[in-house]
């Protein structure tokens, strides 16, 4: 498995090649839930686009020969409360050809975790969503374990 | 009278009984040091520093640094404050060193996969001339990678503006910072010619940040910068293992199954296909001594010459050993260690010394090869620290001292056992070994507190029946527990300090005996008597 970190289009055909390619799994992150609770009108786009623009988000592909398996939308932020940079991956979806999520989403978070000196955080967290829309964010890893 | 008494206190040699064993061998030996040919403790490790979920530790200078995965750790250059590391992830990595804190970056650049995209311009006059572009990355160190291909010929006139657009998502790992854009000349003169020639070179154009970019070059020809010097750099290779720095030299090497690869000398991200070596076998470990580097592989051993002036693989002298001595400890990771002497490994029978071209199993004098099998080779991980060599399996824990030309006091000692069984073991600069434990690095023989010895003789035999009722023991500082030991049962006394004779109660005669000594206490001198008239002669 192949990572990409997206990054942020420069022109507009950029812009609309990268929304082509990645359409499809940022629409499957607009839960039937948030749907239900938001509306028809999927916002996910603009809630990309804005932690894009302002450098507070990034969106990691996960490859197979050339191809998007999985998108992972992460975010990375200095908490307010304990001043430590955590990362999050905030919404995910994973190909539907992929037998076990779970083994996507994993190979997302031990590649940011190898890269964690890089992407300087101190803390890794999973949000995950339930059909029911239930939320619970899950700490995958804290600096100071070796 | 018997005549049986102990001056001189020396290790074990398992590979003997004990009835074969010279005067004053061991048939246990364990947390005792014999540098005196007394028996005296060791202290206990001391801890320094708390570490958690580590498996391999590095110590440069004062720092001690530990990893969660089974890695290979080089330094390179004195100046140079990073290190070199193979097996933490998928691909080489070097790291930024600034106090406690490592960041990791991937080693080497990787070269621009598609050409930079150009604005096509035909323009056809007398002034014209055909340029194309090329584009490498720079990483954070400020290494260059090769270049991409070109892109399409263009014919501009001197100064014409041409747009390129260069855009690129080069790995997060690689840390790429900027790209450099070349353009290709052709018609320069070098000044050394004797006739006019016409050279063609890729000639820098300028240097921009990030890798998403739209230039202009209006350059012109009299303003261009340097030549391009990079066509034969080559990142390493994804998953090399092994990763070693040829001493007296500025080279890395590393391996991949059975390749094997050197830096450019002074290039620790350049490993050039010119200096690519195939094997007959796959490489298990590697250890540079000297200029030297030995290979440890599933098959023949092998040394290579790592010499800086070699520039292609012609000149780099391959000796494969005559013997096939394939490496078995080779998921510990650990499994050899480098002594001013060679390379030391672990095989099938015993411990392979590597050291010039010789190859030497330096351990059947004290292990034939059936006590080896039994010790768990496989599982062993070694050490060097000041003339022996420490050696932990999932069985045993030993020290082997090899050197006797640089330490001269290693006549008693030859081989004992150790209770510690660390994940890791690192000799310091300084000189310190220090053992990586569950909780921490430990350093070795340095803490506070004595570790009790335990020290059993060889076999006390005789003839003829008898019966050991006295034992004369000397001990100082602290007292020693003495167990005589007969096919039957035992008979435990605890030995004062000073000199004395004890009286042991009769155990039936025997003909074979054995002495346990237990404590903290130095014994210098042991014998055994028949009865108090036998004991006063001793």
């Given at each position: 498995m192949e990572f990409e970190v997206i990054r942020m289009p420069q022109t507009e055909e950029q812009l609309e090649q990268t929304f082509q390619q990645n359409g499809p799994f940022l629409s499957a992150m607009y839960t039937e839930n948030d749907e239900r609770i938001h509306g028809p009108e999927n916002f996910i786009m603009d809630h990309w686009v804005m932690l894009w623009a302002s450098g507070a988000g990034f969106l990691l592909a996960a490859k197979e020969q050339g191809n998007i398996i999985g998108l992972g939308m992460c975010v990375k932020f200095r908490d307010m409360w304990?001043?430590?940079?955590?990362?999050e991956i905030n919404r995910y979806s994973v190909a539907n050809e992929v037998n076990d999520e779970k083994v996507v989403v994993r190979a997302m978070m031990d590649y940011l975790l190898d890269n964690r000196t890089l992407l300087m955080f101190d803390e890794l967290y999973l949000l995950h969503r339930t059909v029911d829309g239930g939320e619970y964010k899950e700490l995958v890893w804290r600096a100071n374990q070796t | 009278m018997l005549d049986w008494n102990q001056y001189e206190f020396f290790g074990i040699l398992p590979r003997l009984r004990g009835k074969q064993l010279p005067r004053g061998y061991a048939t246990v030996a364990h947390n005792v040091d014999l540098t005196h040919g007394t028996l005296l403790p060791f202290r206990e490790p001391l801890k320094v520093k708390e570490l958690n979920n580590a498996i391999r530790l590095y110590v440069r200078g004062c720092d001690i640094y530990a990893f969660d995965k089974c890695v290979e750790v080089a330094e390179w250059l004195p100046d140079c404050p990073r290190l070199f590391v193979t097996g933490r992830v998928g691909y080489p990595e070097t790291v930024e060193l600034n106090g406690d804190n490592m960041t990791f970056r991937r080693l080497g650049v990787m070269q621009p996969l598609t050409p930079p995209d150009v604005q096509p311009i035909y323009i056809n006059t007398e002034k014209s001339r055909s340029v194309a572009y090329v584009v490498t990355f720079i990483n954070y160190f400020g290494e260059e990678s090769a270049p991409s291909l070109p892109s399409i010929d263009?014919?501009?006139e001197d100064g014409t503006a041409v747009g390129i657009s260069l855009d690129y998502n080069p790995p997060l790992e690689y840390d790429i910072?900027?790209?450099?854009?070349?353009?290709?000349?052709?018609?320069f003169r070098t000044g050394a010619e004797k006739e006019q020639e016409m050279v063609t070179n890729w000639f820098l154009i300028g240097e921009?940040?990030?890798?998403?970019?739209?230039?202009?070059?209006?350059?012109?020809?009299?303003?261009v910068g340097y030549g391009l010097t990079t066509q034969e750099v080559r990142e390493p290779p994804r998953n090399m293992r092994n990763i070693t720095n040829i001493e007296e030299t500025a080279i890395l090497a590393g391996s991949v199954a059975n390749k094997l690869y050197f830096s450019q000398n002074l290039q620790s991200y350049n490993f050039p296909l010119s200096q690519e070596m195939t094997l007959d076998d796959s490489i298990v470990a590697m250890q540079s001594v000297g200029n030297?580097?030995?290979?440890?592989?599933?098959?023949?051993?092998?040394?290579?010459?790592?010499d800086v002036g070699c520039d292609s693989r012609e000149c780099r002298q391959v000796n494969k050993y005559d013997i096939p001595m394939p490496m078995i400890a080779c998921h510990t990771g650990k499994g050899s260690t480098k002594t001013p002497f060679g390379m030391v490994y672990v095989s099938a029978d015993g411990l392979v010394l590597l050291s010039g071209n010789t190859q030497r199993v330096i351990t059947t004098d004290v292990f034939s090869a059936d006590d080896w099998r039994r010790l768990a080779p496989h599982t062993m991980r070694l050490a060097f620290h000041k003339g022996a060599i420490y050696c932990v399996s999932e069985v045993i824990s030993f020290i082997l001292w090899l050197d006797s030309e640089t330490y001269q006091d290693s006549k008693h000692k030859r081989l004992v056992t150790i209770e510690d069984e660390p994940i890791d073991m690192v000799e310091t600069r300084q000189g310190e070994l220090l053992l990586l434990l569950?909780?921490?690095?430990?350093?070795w023989n340095a803490g506070?507190?004595?570790?009790?010895?335990?020290?059993?003789?060889?076999?006390?035999?005789?003839?003829?029946?008898?019966?050991i009722t006295r034992i004369r023991l000397k001990t100082n500082e602290f007292g020693v527990r003495c167990n005589l030991q007969s096919s039957i049962g035992e008979v435990v006394r605890d030995f004062p300090v000073g000199d004395n004779i004890l009286p042991f109660s009769r155990l039936g005669r025997h003909k074979v005996y054995n002495i346990e000594i237990t404590g903290i206490g130095e014994v210098t001198e042991i014998d055994v008597g028949v009865s108090q008239l036998d004991m006063a002669s001793k």
């Open positions: 304990y001043g430590k940079q955590r990362l | 263009i014919s501009i910072k900027s790209m450099r854009i070349y353009r290709r000349e052709t018609g921009v940040r990030g890798t998403n970019a739209f230039i202009t070059d209006t350059v012109t020809i009299a303003e030297t580097l030995y290979v440890a592989t599933d098959g023949y051993p092998y040394q290579v010459v790592g569950e909780d921490g690095a430990y350093q506070s507190t004595w570790r009790p010895y335990k020290w059993v003789s060889g076999d006390i035999d005789s003839p003829f029946l008898y019966s």
